[in-house]
């Protein structure tokens, strides 16, 4: 697995971004307790960085086709980013993780989803809520946690399971993280001593900080819902 999603606390002196990171991993890995047997696609898989935590029988990765080119060794169909190639009714669970906030038309995006599962299908998207633009110019949207149930139900889901990750406190302190690193990151040898003497000193100081000052969740990093294809009556 990618080091850079790993929640081990030896990956905080190597990784700017371990807050988000091991909350993410903890939470899906919570959640992956519901995925047992048949078939699951993975919606913009990148490096597949969470396949080991799901026991399904087959872990289908699925990426966005940019300009006829995609260098992802990973993923074993690509798409167009609108309609996914896969048959409809012919999936048990569908996986998005990190990518909602890179879709122009999220209600097509969550038909998409309802129409390749079977029925009773679950359905697990994770997207921030607190973080830089990425990716430009495919940055498109953010999403408060009652935004991301009202998208599901309105498109033929039930929510079975909703999270935020993180705090005011680990927010503010993964920001920080944030902001540094486009500072010292194409400074290869100061990067690399500020992972140790900056970096890591500031998320652990924000794990402290929040184990002790009152839990304030409306500011926040990640929104995590699990959701089921309803039947339709």
Known sequence: ????FLPNFIYIFSNPFFITRRYLYIYIKHMSKYFKSG???????????????????K????DFEKNGNNNNPKADILY????????SESVNYVLATEVLEHVFNPTEFIEECNRVLKVGGLCLIT?????????????YGRYTSFGLKFLAEKNGFEVIEQTKTGN?????????????????HNKKYIYKISLF?????IQILTLMLAKVFPVNKNFYLDNIILIRKKINL
């Open 80 to 87: 167009d980013g609108k309609k996914f190639p896969i048959e």
């Open 127 to 139: 997207v921030p809520f607190v973080w830089d633009e990425h990716e430009q110019p495919f940055d």
């Open 39 to 57: 078939i699951l696609l993975d919606i913009g898989c990148g490096t597949k960085p969470y396949e080991k935590l799901f026991a399904v029988d």
């Open 1 to 4: 697995m990618d080091k850079d």
């Open 59 to 62: 872990y289908i990765g699925i």
């Open 168 to 184: 005011f406190i680990t927010t503010l302190g993964q920001m920080i993280c944030t902001y540094f690193y486009y500072i010292f």
């Open 197 to 201: 003497l900056f970096f890591a000193p």
